[in-house]
């Protein structure tokens, strides 16, 4: 499944974004999907994922409150909604796609990625 991720840009801290990715090549509600974030200087870190159905999430704890994902299987595509956004929130946004079951919160766990869309949050 190739994944197309859109959708980054700069905003206030404070502020609300949204990003998309759009999956093509097989079908889409055959896939969990999850997204992760690199800071520059960080390692990759798990955001949020979202089960085939779109009934079950799951977030980091610093985004719990604040992101929402979900997703249209009609349309083939996943969203991060982000809410209260802060400066750490910057990075460069990458969304994955999964056939097995847990493991959502690991890298390892995911069978293709995306490229990135960057989220750039100003003080």
């Known amino acids: 499944v190739q994944l197309q991720a859109s959708g980054g840009g700069l905003v206030q801290a404070g502020g609300s974004l949204r990003v998309s990715c759009t999956a093509s090549?097989?079908?889409?509600?055959?896939?969990?999907m999850g997204w992760f974030r690199q800071a520059p200087g960080k390692e990759r870190e798990f955001v949020a994922a979202?089960?085939?159905?779109?009934?079950?999430?799951y977030y980091a704890d610093s985004v719990k409150g604040r992101f929402t994902i979900s997703r249209d299987n009609a349309k083939n595509t996943v969203y991060l909604q982000m809410n209260s956004l802060k400066p750490e929130d910057t990075a460069v946004y990458y969304c994955a796609a999964k056939s097995r079951a847990a493991g959502y919160y690991y890298m390892a766990g995911y069978d293709y990625w995306g490229q990135g869309t960057l989220v750039t949050v100003s003080s």
């Open positions: 979202i089960r085939w159905s779109g009934v079950i999430t």
């Open positions: 090549g097989r079908t889409f509600s055959n896939y969990d």
